[in-house]
């Protein structure tokens, strides 16, 4: 057989499969459906046969080409499919699954046409070297968009729980506490800093009561960025009073090299509330 005979009976294989493509589609959501039914939209009878039916047109027109070099159209597929996976929650493993069923039925699709029209061995290998690689770039554009996408929503979702952990209470006019609370690491730190330095100004507060009787563990950078805190705070305008201090804070300051004895400390939120003159004591002491 010439090439260009092999070229048409491969033609005819692909005319053959976007012909055929519903019913192709309908196979392979069958096939998934009789190995396992999940209760998810993605998963639905209609929703696979409908992703099924774009995918094997672009493998029947793939393969009408010489050159099956070009799968951008595939990894798009996959990519698109990938992230509607992670918004549906569906897990990776039970998605993924769907490609045997893809290849299962287009193959068995072939075989009859292979049978009719007596196709020899180099026409198979070319069928083969046509649809394998659109399916394998589908999968790779699937796989790559499902894991960065979900990278994407839980940083989305620690971003906000960080935020969360930075809530400046307002108290009186002018007047906030914000509690730290639990362990703290040195991203949380940050944000810490950052946000509360912003709803210091948001709120136009002229005091800051930071307290940290929550705080449990804290390391040398943990507590530079809560000291620092304290000393930006007091170059906005306002003065920071510091809660609950824990010796273990307080010697991890003392080894950063920051004299306590220039910040504002109270043993508890009671005290330094008198010492802004909103308790017993009416007059405010702190300078």
Known sequence: ?????????????????????????????LLRLEAVNVDN???TEEAMKERALKLIEMIGTNLKKDDHANF?????WGIEKGKEAVVKDVPITEALQN????????????????????????DIIKIANGLDPVLDQAVFGYSKSYV???LQIAQRYQDTLLELSVPVVPLFTGLAVLPIIGDIDTNRAKMIQEKALERCQDMKLERLIIDLSGLTIVD???????????????????KAVITGIRSAVAITAVNLGIDLHNLNIYTTLQQA????????VKKETIK
């Open 41 to 43: 939209d993605f998963l």
């Open 99 to 122: 490609t045997q069923y893809y290849r299962k039925a287009l193959w068995i699709f072939i075989a009859e046409i292979v049978e009719q029209e007596r196709l020899g061995g180099e």
């Open 148 to 150: 960065e996408y979900n």
């Open 1 to 29: 057989m010439n090439h260009t005979e092999q070229t048409d009976r491969v033609f005819y294989v692909a005319e053959k499969i976007i012909e055929n493509k519903q019913r192709i589609a309908d196979k392979i959501a």
């Open 273 to 280: 509330l008198e010492a802004l003159g909103y308790g017993l």
């Open 220 to 238: 040398t950078m943990v507590a530079h960025h809560i000291f620092q805190l304290v000393t930006t705070l007091k170059l906005l305008g306002v």
């Open 72 to 76: 951008n159209e595939a990894i798009d």
